[in-house]
């Protein structure tokens, strides 16, 4: 019988439990932190570039640049800047196909209880391919669309000579822009639900009987219809325990990080004091070692908010799995198999009986 989104958290909060404490296991832990970082599991975090400005005087960054750099050509800038978007494109489809088969192999190792990543990252790789394709494909799509949006209602303002003096047109052009922001949002929203519903729903369907993506839709569309309000409840559901889970894993994190930096920082402190001893400046080449060391700190702080999340890395599929079992019998059945029954050896032959003498 289907349970509710309600129903669903107890069942979900046992599951993870057992999983993660009994026994504890580290390597467990570790594994599932790089499973759960590498699939999308863990949230933003809350970060957002809302408060930062660009300086409105560049002076000082000019003066710092050819001070570092006195015979440097900012023409050169400009291949290194194209190469680095190249880099960054192919570097976020690696992680785009690396993430879709992650979130197989994090499938399987909350329905086991088990995470061994070799052995189903092998068992996954067919499914998670044909997951990367619609993520490429719905990333395409969802381009196109904020593109269509946006570019259809800036082409018609721009016909109108509305953007040629503005001061003019204040009125339409605020009220174009509200029904557009609202446009955007509503699609954006969309988005982020059939994104959720797919690695939710989808993603366990094509995993149990080989399908893409798009078939596994046709499947769960029929459920949808059945049951709008149980999914919609669902849904609600996720957003207030993901809320939740944010608030109190942000706090635990920044805890975390701001004890971790005070040692990073003294390295950092003691690296730039004695580079400048040594006569170091500011070059392509120090930038750059700069740079990389940046990354190896931003990885190693994202390890460890990945270490920090493990329990809603598990909670939340298993919170999903439980959720959906209960209206998918083939995944009700993986989740819980019926028990072996004993193979009960034969009789032994008694030995015939003897004749009667005489």
């Known amino acids: 019988m289907p349970i509710s989104a309600i129903d669903a958290i107890s069942p979900a909060f046992q599951h993870t439990k057992q999983q993660l404490l009994q026994p504890f296991r580290a390597t467990q832990w570790a594994k599932l932190a790089l499973v759960g970082f590498l699939a999308g599991e863990l949230s933003s ?3 957002n570039g809302g408060n ?20 440097f ?40 209880k088990r995470c061994e990543i070799g052995l189903y990252w092998g068992r996954r790789h067919g499914a998670g391919l044909g997951y990367f394709v619609w993520q490429l494909l719905f990333f395409l799509a969802m381009v196109a669309g904020l593109a269509i949006l946006l570019g259809i209602p800036a082409a018609l303002a721009l016909a109108e000579g509305w953007f040629n003096d503005p001061r003019q047109h204040a009125v339409p052009l605020i009220l174009a822009g509200i029904v557009v922001f609202f446009v955007v949002l509503s ?4 988005a982020l639900v059939v994104h959720v519903l797919t690695k939710d729903f989808v993603v366990p369907t094509m995993a149990l009987e080989n399908i893409n993506a798009i078939e596994g839709w046709r499947r769960l569309w029929p459920m949808l219809k059945a049951e709008k309000g149980s999914y919609a409840g669902y849904i609600g559901m996720k957003i207030v325990m993901a809320l939740g889970t944010a608030v109190v894993v942000g706090i635990i994190t920044l805890i975390v990080v701001i004890i971790l930096l005070i040692p ?30 940046g990354c190896i700190v931003l990885a190693i702080l994202l390890y460890v908010v990945s270490l920090i999340s493990v329990p809603a890395i598990v909670f939340f599929p298993a919170y999903s ?18 028990p ?15 004749a009667p003498i005489g």
């Open 321 to 338: 799995i439980y959720f959906f079992a209960s209206r998918y019998p083939a995944l009700d059945r993986f989740l819980h198999p019926p």
């Open 52 to 71: 930062f400005h660009m300086p409105s005087q560049t002076g000082g960054g000019q003066r710092f640049v050819h001070s570092g750099l006195p015979n």
């Open 340 to 354: 072996s029954v004993p193979q009960v050896p034969p009789p032994p032959l008694l030995p015939p009986e003897a």
């Open 264 to 293: 990073v920082g003294g390295v950092g402190v003691v690296a730039v004091l004695a580079g400048k001893t040594a006569g170091l400046t500011w070059n392509l080449y120090t930038i750059t070692l700069a740079v990389v060391a």
């Open 73 to 112: 050509d900012p023409m050169m800038l400009v291949p290194l800047i194209g190469l680095l978007v190249v880099i960054a494109i192919v570097l976020w489809i690696l992680f785009l196909y690396v993430s879709s088969v992650m979130r197989f192999v994090l499938f399987d190792s909350v329905i086991a």
């Open 45 to 47: 975090g809350g970060c």
């Open 187 to 190: 699609f954006m929203v969309s």
